[in-house]
């Protein structure tokens, strides 16, 4: 056997061995941050820092490449170039471990700092799990190594032989076993702990309640959206990779800055507090022209302005800022707690406790706003400062300060590209504009005028509407438009405008066949 062609074995194998030990470190990071709220996990802290490092392009592509996914695909991005960075530092230290023992330091040290810009990390439990973490990764990568790396005995008729092979592949199954199994239980205990703790709340009966919706209110076609959203089904966009684990009974909410004086609530504090219900649609900025970033749900809590009554908001004081466990933070305009709409501190979501991906235990809702400047979830401070001292996450990030909610208008059936049979069909969809409401919406099909579609009757001026128009169709190609106007008299224009900066713009065109 060429001694060069075994050097390339040693090498292969020295790099598939350090694929290894990154996965194996990888999954005792994510065990070790299941024990304690004091280690964030690795791979989302470190998700958090490329989010908060990455221009503002990048971020509106994931938003509209992979929507409500863009944090699992962050994540597996993140596993993957580890992975990948493994192999080939691997191959390069078959014979000298200087630069993998070098790269697992680099990889200590990356991760430790990424998990301590996490407000609940605690230093020394942070570097301990890490270091152990990491060192259990590298011993993986030497002990596979020395397994399986050919030895004279093991080369025979011209091929490195078997053993080795074999040794890889027990070792490779071995690390894969450890890592998924690591991983899996780190993850199922952080999601079980959440849920254990919410499942033993209840929400407290409101003293505003709001009727069900009835068939005035949801006409209820096939594929069309329903006027309320399921919770399950309602879109999450935030910059969280993990959801934060958060105890209620140790939770408090801080009302400070120019105030009169400082408030702290507890959990229990706002259960005992008169709670309202309201119907509320929310939006993502990024959500673009035809696009499902956008849901209704009936919201439980208290109105922000009680809560600023309680600790007086001193004059000057022309921004509330929202501040998120995890660090992320929104502004708006403080006046807009006092303008009649109700905006809310929410702990409840579809007569349920407000739950965990969607802010728990307490998040603000601000009809007529998006989420990027109001809906800051997992609240842990209200904070009264000025309009210029202070600019929220994605202000410096190149999005407008100011963040109405533009009128929309979407087409739910039929899809796009799709075919429908000829005859009586009922075209429909949803159209909103929260804080002022929808006063009608028109329908073009193909070259035909505009026509006035039938509305739901809303539950709210803050609740989007269910629309229809019952078209009949003749076989062939055709195309539908929409456009809606509010109750100021806005109307839609045609012109279609992205998401940045501040919301997109333009009727929801569908292209559809009828046979």
Not at 317 to 344: C, H, K, M, N
Not at 376 to 382: C, F, R, Y
Not at 475 to 484: F, I, L, Q
Request: net charge negative; charged share 20%; glycine share 10%.
């Amino acid at each position: 056997m060429d001694p060069a062609e075994v050097t390339n074995v040693a090498r292969r194998r020295s790099g598939w061995s350090g694929v290894a030990g990154v996965a194996v470190a990888l999954g005792f990071t994510e065990l070790f941050a299941s024990f304690s709220t004091s280690v964030p996990s690795a791979i989302s802290s470190i998700g958090t820092f490329v989010v908060d490092h990455s221009p503002p392009w990048l971020k509106s592509f994931a938003i509209s490449a992979f929507g409500t996914a863009d944090k699992a695909v962050l994540a597996i991005s993140i596993v993957i170039v580890a992975l990948i960075i493994g192999w080939f530092v691997g191959k390069a230290s078959a014979t000298n471990p200087a630069p993998m023992i070098f790269a697992f330091g680099v990889a200590a040290v990356i991760g430790i700092a990424a998990q301590l810009t996490q407000a609940e990390a605690e230093p020394a439990l942070v570097i301990s799990s890490t270091l152990i973490s990491v060192g259990l990764g590298c011993a993986t990568w030497y002990g596979i190594t020395m397994w399986t790396r050919p030895f004279e005995r093991d080369i025979t008729d011209g091929d490195v032989g078997d053993l080795g092979r074999r040794r890889l592949m027990v070792g490779l199954a071995g690390a894969a076993a450890v890592s998924v199994v690591t991983i899996s239980v780190g993850r199922a205990r952080l999601r079980s702990r959440a849920e254990a703790q919410r499942a033993a709340l209840d929400l407290p009966s409101p003293v505003e309640s709001q009727p069900d919706p009835t068939s005035v209110n949801d006409f209820g076609l096939e594929s069309l959206s329903p006027i309320v959203v399921g919770t399950a089904t309602f879109y999450r966009i935030d910059t969280a990779l993990v959801v934060p684990t958060i105890d209620p009974e140790e939770w408090t909410l801080k009302v400070t800055g120019m105030v009169d004086r400082e408030v702290e609530l507890s959990y229990q504090d706002l259960n005992e507090m008169p709670l309202i219900e309201r119907y509320v649609t929310l939006s993502c900025v990024s959500n673009e022209v035809g696009d499902g970033l956008v849901g209704n749900a009936l919201w439980t809590g208290i109105p922000l302005r009680d809560i600023l009554d309680m600790a007086g908001v001193r004059s000057g004081a022309d921004q509330i800022v929202g501040r998120s466990v995890d660090g992320w933070t929104s502004g708006f305009p403080t006046e807009l707690a006092y303008d009649g709409r109700d905006a809310l501190l929410a702990i409840g979501m579809n007569r349920d406790v407000l739950p965990a991906n969607h802010g728990f235990p307490a998040r603000i809702v601000v009809p007529g706003l998006y989420g990027y400047v109001s809906a800051t979830k997992w609240l842990t401070e209200i904070e009264l400062t000025t309009w210029d001292a202070f600019d929220g996450y994605w202000i410096p990030r190149g999005w407008s300060k100011e963040g109405p909610i533009k009128t929309q208008s979407r087409i739910d059936r039929p899809k796009g590209r799709s075919s429908v049979a000829a005859g009586d069909y009922a075209i429909a969809g949803v159209a909103w504009a929260p804080n002022v409401g929808i006063a009608g919406v028109e329908v073009q099909v193909d070259d035909e005028a505009w026509t006035a579609a039938e509305l739901s009757v809303p539950l709210s001026d803050d609740a989007w509407v269910q629309w229809r128009f019952d078209a009949n169709l003749d076989p062939g190609d055709h195309v539908v438009r929409v456009r809606a106007t509010d109750t100021t008299g806005e109307t839609q224009g045609e012109a279609r405008v992205g998401v940045r900066p501040n919301g997109a713009e333009g009727w929801h065109t569908v292209e559809f066949s009828v046979s």
